[in-house]
T-cell receptor, first 115, second 113 residues
Framework: AQSVTQPDIHITVSEGASLELRCNYS??????LFWYVQSPGQGLQLLLK??????LVQGIKGFEAEFKRSQSSFNLRKPSVHWSDAAEYFC?????????????FGTGTKLQVIP | DADVTQTPRNRITKTGKRIMLECSQT?????MYWYRQDPGLGLRLIYY???????NKGEISDGYSVSRQAQAKFSLSLESAIPNQTALYFC????????????FGEGSRLTVL
């Protein structure tokens, strides 16, 4: 069965500092990988996704993520964090076999941005 | 207006009451989902529907039921609410064939006393 691990429950960074959120997945085949962001009181919004091709993917709001098959990882990065990036971030893996889109989410990482 | 609308946004109820959470979408997607979010547990799938006649259980369907009234409407019911169903519930849609992305509503916060 597919699974996603986000080892960091809570991360605090200073505004302007770089950010890396970790994500490890377990999946038998080539995974479909996603990062979603949830701002307070809001639903989840897609930041970026990886299906195939270039292992470094660019997303919205200046985020990027790198797929590393050898490490089963899909870490999210941003070179300079803004206060508006404070939110909860979810990594997810999709199983698209048999025509069924099953998406399994990690437990989330809550990002706090300090001045 | 939001593409995926959930009502109510907040609801407080008592143990044993029947509750319905409603979801409507204007994205024209065939696939609709109900997820439950609990702190530290992420999102877990309750039910999903590929079209009006196709409804399937997710990983935590016990105590819940759903109804797909139309392509655009997907309701979640708790027949007899219990306190451990206190959670944030999300409806989502997808256009799997195009992008694989899930589009979420803003959530319905349910408290069962």
């Amino acid at each position: 069965a597919q699974s996603v691990t986000q080892p960091d429950i809570h991360i605090t960074v200073s505004e302007g500092a770089s950010l890396e959120l970790r994500c490890n997945y377990s999946y038998g085949a080539t995974p479909y990988l996603f990062w979603y962001v949830q701002s307070p009181g809001q639903g989840l919004q897609l930041l970026l996704k990886y299906f195939s091709g270039d292992t470094l993917v660019q997303g919205i709001k200046g985020f990027e993520a790198e797929f590393k098959r050898s490490q089963s990882s899909f870490n999210l990065r941003k070179p300079s964090v803004h206060w508006s990036d404070a939110a909860e971030y979810f990594c997810a893996v999709g199983d698209l076999s048999g025509g069924y889109q099953k998406v399994t989410f990690g437990t989330g990482t809550k990002l706090q941005v300090i001045p | 207006d939001a593409d995926v609308t959930q009502t109510p946004r907040n609801r407080i109820t008592k143990t044993g009451k029947r509750i319905m959470l409603e979801c409507s979408q204007t994205k024209g997607h065939d696939r609709m989902y109900w997820y439950r979010q609990d702190p530290g547990l992420g999102l877990r799938l309750i039910y999903y529907s590929f079209d009006v006649k196709d409804i399937n259980k997710g990983e935590i369907s016990d105590g819940y039921s759903v109804s797909r009234q139309a392509q655009a409407k997907f309701s979640l019911s708790l027949e007899s609410a219990i306190p451990n169903q206190t959670a944030l519930y999300f409806c989502a849609t997808s256009d799997f064939e195009a992008t694989g992305e899930l589009f979420f509503g803003e959530g319905s916060r349910l408290t069962v006393l």
